[in-house]
């Protein structure tokens, strides 16, 4: 189905041809439309207009106010001030218009395809081989997983990457130990699932880092093993892989609990990367983007320097031949745009990165690999803190482990899932089910309402909350819709645009039809926290609407009760829709 224009865009295009037709002296203008609390829209570009043509503004204001179609769209137009138009819609053309986004055989509700969408390659959700994720790693993960969600329903080709840590120096010692201690790596019982794996993979990095520390010996043969890894020694690489499939059973089940999907091919680690190494390093030192610096070879940039004055620069290549993170990051960027035709590079990485990463892209731009056509942007994002203000750690000082959290929320949620579950009639089943999609949602919601750039405190009590603005409250907005549908008895939802409606249905009505423009402004920004906040205030809408409208009193015509299921079924879809583009679930009984 076509997509379905929006009511406001529909009013901007009728403004400006007003404009057009009443003022010709003034070429293409833009109204300046925006929502208002005095009608449903005010348009402000009449003043600058009546500067730029030294006329009266609000005569000019007059004159379009009398080129615009009569009848349809608008309502009533009034000038105020200093040529200010306020305009009102007729509610005939508000209920049309849901009705047809609602009539979208497709699921998009009208939403429009982005036009010449391109590739972007998305980097989010960075774990470790052989280390436990904690705390700080659920920021890359639940931001890049929504991006990810948004960019593909607005029609971007998008292709995942997770550039896993799964190389390095701590290898060889690793390694090593597994060649002396050939059961090293077997689970206790023979369990294969995430939380042996990863108390397997603990248990031999503290018993080899242990004998690294102790034993000179030992240190010497482990460095000599991670000289064969980098070499592809056949038998250090099979061990070497026997870690990183170790890793990955434990990265899918932490993946899982957060209801997120990692596909093996989107794995594509620092490892990916090593035959390119070399080349990049030729490739920068011949066009004389990078230059040896005390026997490095280095990137220098007029406006990074140190304390001491002196520039900083990016260190492709180390002193004794070793390549630095940059090497890799370099390498990634030239694969992305010449493999996977990316015309977009986004890292969802952490903002105490940005001098790196702000290094890395301005070193592929002197190189040409990013350029007009292609560029590359860090969707910083700040730090998750306790409830003290500080960075999050237990009462011991340690890091969170970041399946200790999310148990801790579904729990925390599971509890109030129950308390509510008798008054809905919820099995077993469902209330498990539904803490977890609570509890997780609880924990995405968090990270996801707060502008990316900015900390957030992690407060589980606050997140679990049924008021305020928080995911639970958006999920049982959608259960009670659910639930009032349920009740309908045989009454089925009809728009009917002849009717009058109330303030309440109108405010409603008129902010369900700024999805579609919603999520293009979240697209294009990556910013999925105006999504929360529209999900929030479309919730706060419906709760005003029960308020004030009744939806199946016997005291309605049945044309209004049908009206008005269509309004709550169609609130209930954009709901699910938005909460689904975030990640979240959205329970039908809650």
């Known amino acids: 189905m076509a997509s379905v224009p929006s009511l406001a865009s529909t009013l901007q295009q009728q403004l400006a041809d007003a404009l057009t037709a009443a003022l010709p002296d003034a070429g293409a203008a833009d109204p300046l439309l925006r929502r208002s609390d005095r009608a449903d829209f005010q348009a402000n570009g009449i003043l600058a207009l009546a500067k730029k043509l030294k006329g009266n503004p609000?005569?000019?204001?007059?004159?379009?106010?009398?080129?615009?179609?009569?009848?349809?769209?608008?309502?009533?137009?009034?000038?105020?001030?200093?040529?200010?138009?306020?305009?009102?819609?007729?509610?005939?053309?508000?209920?049309?218009?849901?009705?047809?986004?609602?009539?979208?055989?497709?699921?998009?509700?009208g939403v429009p395809l982005k036009e010449n969408a391109g590739t972007t390659v998305i980097d989010y959700a960075q774990p470790n081989v052989a280390k436990e994720m904690h705390v700080g790693h659920l920021r890359s993960a639940v931001i890049g997983d929504a991006v990810v969600r948004i960019l593909e329903f607005t029609g971007e080709n998008v292709v995942r990457r997770h550039h896993i840590g799964d190389w390095g120096t701590q290898f060889g010692m690793l390694i090593q130990y597994l060649i002396e201690h050939p059961g090293a790596l077997k689970h206790e019982g023979g369990a294969s699932d995430g939380e042996a794996a990863m108390s397997t993979l603990n248990r031999v990095y503290k018993e080899s880092r242990a004998l690294f520390d102790a034993d000179e010996e030992f240190k010497a043969r482990s460095r000599d093993r991670v000289v064969a890894l980098q070499a592809g020694d056949p038998e250090t690489l099979e061990l070497w892989h026997r870690f990183v499939d170790e890793s990955k059973i434990y990265f899918h089940s932490v993946f899982d609990k957060l209801d997120m999907v990692i596909d093996d091919p989107d794995i594509v680690g620092e490892s990916g990367y090593n035959d390119m190494l070399e080349e990049t390093c030729r490739i920068l030192e011949e066009t004389g983007v990078a230059v040896r610096s005390e026997g490095?070879?280095?990137?220098?940039?007029?406006?990074?320097?140190?304390?001491?004055?002196?520039?900083?620069?990016?260190?492709?290549?180390?002193?004794?031949?070793?390549?630095?993170?940059?090497?890799?990051?370099?390498?990634?960027?030239?694969?992305?745009?010449?493999?996977?035709?990316?015309?977009?590079?986004?890292?969802?990485?952490?903002?105490?990165?940005?001098?790196?990463?702000?290094?890395?892209?301005?070193?592929?731009?002197?190189?040409?690999?990013?350029?007009?056509d292609v560029k590359a942007v860090q969707l910083a994002f700040g730090t998750v803190l306790g409830k003290d203000g500080k960075p999050f750690k237990t009462r011991e000082g340690e890091t969170v482990r970041l399946e200790d959290l999310l148990d801790e929320a579904v729990q925390r949620a599971t509890a109030v899932v129950r308390d509510k579950a008798?008054?809905?009639?919820?099995?077993?089943?469902?209330?498990?089910?539904?803490?977890?999609?609570?509890?997780?949602?609880?924990?995405?919601?968090?990270?996801?309402?707060?502008?990316?750039?900015?900390?957030?405190?992690?407060?589980?009590?606050?997140?679990?909350?049924?008021?305020?603005?928080?995911?639970?409250?958006l999920q049982y907005a959608y259960a009670r819709i659910q639930s009032i549908l349920r009740k309908a008895q045989g009454a089925v939802p009809a728009a009917h645009p002849e009717l009058e409606l109330a303030p309440a249905e109108r405010a409603l009505g008129l902010h369900l039809d700024q999805f579609g423009e919603v999520l293009a402004e979240v697209g294009a920004g990556y910013e999925p926290h105006k999504l929360a906040a529209y999900l929030?205030?479309?919730?706060?809408?419906?709760?005003?609407?029960?308020?004030?409208?009744?939806?199946?009193?016997?005291?309605?015509?049945?044309?209004?009760?049908?009206?008005?299921?269509?309004?709550?079924?169609?609130?209930?879809?954009?709901?699910?829709?938005?909460?689904?583009?975030?990640?979240?679930?959205?329970?039908?009984?809650?």
């Not at 493999?339 to 592929?364: C, G, I, N, P, W």
């Not at 169609?570 to 975030?582: E, I, K, N, S, V």
């Open 58 to 109: 609000r005569e000019l204001a007059a004159q379009v106010t009398d080129a615009l179609p009569a009848g349809g769209l608008i309502k009533d137009i009034e000038v105020s001030g200093p040529g200010f138009l306020n305009v009102t819609l007729t509610d005939r053309a508000i209920v049309e218009t849901l009705a047809a986004r609602a009539a979208d055989g497709e699921g998009r509700l």
């Open 296 to 372: 490095a070879l280095c990137v220098f940039f007029d406006d990074v320097k140190g304390p001491d004055g002196n520039q900083v620069p990016l260190i492709v290549k180390k002193t004794n031949g070793g390549y630095g993170y940059a090497a890799t990051d370099l390498s990634a960027i030239r694969n992305r745009v010449r493999d996977l035709k990316a015309d977009t590079l986004l890292y969802v990485v952490d903002a105490r990165q940005s001098l790196h990463f702000k290094m890395v892209f301005e070193t592929a731009r002197r190189a040409g690999w990013l350029n007009e």
């Open 422 to 473: 008798d008054k809905v009639g919820l099995s077993e089943e469902e209330i498990v089910g539904n803490g977890r999609y609570v509890g997780i949602g609880a924990v995405k919601y968090a990270d996801l309402s707060t502008s990316a750039v900015r900390d957030y405190k992690f407060d589980l009590d606050q997140m679990v909350a049924l008021h305020g603005d928080t995911s639970v409250y």
């Open 536 to 590: 929030y205030q479309l919730a706060s809408h419906l709760t005003t609407f029960y308020d004030q409208c009744q939806v199946l009193s016997p005291d309605n015509a049945p044309e209004v009760v049908e009206n008005r299921l269509f309004l709550v079924g169609l609130t209930a879809r954009t709901l699910h829709q938005g909460m689904a583009l975030l990640g979240i679930r959205t329970p039908e009984r809650l």
